[in-house]
């Protein structure tokens, strides 16, 4: 594997990892690409993104049910509409029976 013996922060360039130090881990020479501060920041930064992220589509999400629920209250409205007239006319069609079998 190619590592460097000595490693430098990728963010700010201070050495970070000295694999000839006897108090270095090798796996975590090979991981480590960040001084604890440019790490810390990025874990913040990276965490920040996904909350950005996440409230936009929660917006999106809302935006959708919204137009979606507006929508289906329009139709449902003009359903009930509809069986009103139907039930009105079948009402005046029921009469006219009556009315039809009276004059039989
Ligand atoms: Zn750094």
């Known amino acids: 594997m190619n590592c460097p013996d000595i490693k430098f922060c990728e963010m700010c360039g201070k050495k970070i990892s000295d694999i000839n130090d006897p108090n270095t881990d090798w796996m975590s020479h090979i991981r480590i690409k960040y001084c604890p501060e440019c790490a810390a920041y990025r874990r913040k930064m990276n965490r920040r993104n996904w909350a950005s992220k996440n409230t936009d589509a929660h917006k999106t999400v809302e935006a959708f049910l919204g137009e979606y629920s507006t929508l289906m209250r329009e139709q449902v409205s003009e359903l ?8 009105e006319e079948n009402d005046l069609l ?4 009556i009315t039809l079998r009276g004059n039989m």
Do not use: C, G, Y
């Open 80 to 87: 009930k509409e509809q069986v009103k007239l139907i039930q």
């Open 94 to 97: 029921r009469k006219e029976i």
